[in-house]
């Protein structure tokens, strides 16, 4: 069985840095479309990122392009997610999940397993 593990969040003030980790077991990383994705309670889970298989290719979400990078490392099974200029707006509970199908999407829906989350808490 596939398991997904958030790792990294914290409390950061605005304009400062976090490195998201998603260490995944279980299976083949490599063969996956890896994303993440954050919810504010009582709303729809918003993409944040999403990469290939290989890395090569990688889409953001509108809120976050141009502060936060998604990579991979496919030796150690590992999704992460650099944020810079946080900003109390990025609060909330992140999530990574993985995709089976090779086609990279952007919508929680299309994504077949998930972590259990990490907090990020920005303050002004």
């Known amino acids: 069985q596939v398991q997904l593990k958030e790792s990294g969040g914290g409390l950061v003030q605005a304009g400062g840095s976090l490195r998201l980790s998603c260490l995944v077991s279980?299976?083949?990383?490599?063969?996956?479309?890896m994303g993440w994705f954050r919810q504010v309670s009582g709303k729809e889970r918003e993409f944040v990122a999403a990469?290939?298989?290989?890395?090569?290719?990688?889409y953001y979400g509108d809120s976050v392009k141009g502060r936060f990078t998604i990579s991979r490392d496919n030796a150690k099974n590992t999704v992460y997610l650099q944020m810079n200029g946080l900003q109390p707006e990025d609060t909330t509970v992140y999530y990574c999940?993985?995709?089976?199908?090779?086609?990279?999407?952007?919508?929680?829906?299309?994504?077949?397993?998930w972590g259990q989350g990490t907090q990020v808490t920005v303050s002004s």
């Open positions: 279980g299976g083949t990383f490599s063969t996956y479309t």
């Open positions: 990469i290939s298989r290989s890395g090569d290719t990688t």
């Open positions: 999940a993985l995709r089976l199908n090779l086609v990279v999407r952007t919508t929680a829906q299309e994504y077949d397993d």
